[in-house]
């Protein structure tokens, strides 16, 4: 039994039915530790443009020309019909930095009847689609917790003729702690994940640094990175651990 003919549709253009081949691969965008934060899906299409001369085929090459030129639009693959959607389908508004044309249209072969009565061409699309919640994951995250004070204090005073001598000048100190961190969101900024210790003794509100996203071939942005530190001060002991995502 023959293969079902289908129907490419790149924005507004369709090829005509069952003329190029496609093969489409997909892997994880994983976080820095492992997570997963999106599907990169790969279309490799490989196909013939026939025509009844050079003339009507190199109108044809033009048009497969434009269709594909800088990307940025739906691609789906339809039913025999012509229009129902098949289940491989790439939508530009749910891909960060929209449908990518990574190479292409090519054409490799141009022995034989290539520009007579055909012509060969390949192009490869790609397209990073989120997982379902992707928009608030994670690429890495960070936080460390620095602990002093409580003990006493002891300075050293110079001798005119002896050796140095310390001196207790404090019996206790304040207790200090130093909260800081970083993270990175995939599609927007992360938020400040909260006091270690009750507000109340923090010196002041959280100190947070903005850090400009990564910006993409599209224009899009993605890696947005704040930053914060936090300083506590009590007259108890400030124990805890930092946050771990």
Known sequence: MGAIAMYLKI???THEIGGPQLSITQRPVLSEGGVPLAQL????????????????????IAALVAAYRGGGFDATLLLSDGVTPS?????????????RVISG????SGGGAEYATKRTFAVTLEAEVPIENGATALLNFRESLALSGGDR???WTETKLGPPRPQITRRQTIYRAVQSGQAVGYLQYPTFPGFLFPQQYAVESPRLTYGGGKR??????????LSWEVRYESDRPLAGHPHFA
């Open 41 to 60: 899906h790969t279309w490799q299409i490989q196909g013939i443009v026939t025509g009844g001369g050079q003339t009507d085929i190199d109108a044809k």
């Open 216 to 225: 993409r071939s599209s224009g899009d942005f993605t890696d947005f990175s």
């Open 105 to 108: 249209p090519d054409f490799p």
């Open 87 to 99: 289940q491989h389908v790439l939508k530009n508004n749910r891909a960060v930095g929209g449908v």
């Open 153 to 155: 204090r002891v300075e």
């Open 11 to 13: 924005g507004n253009y």
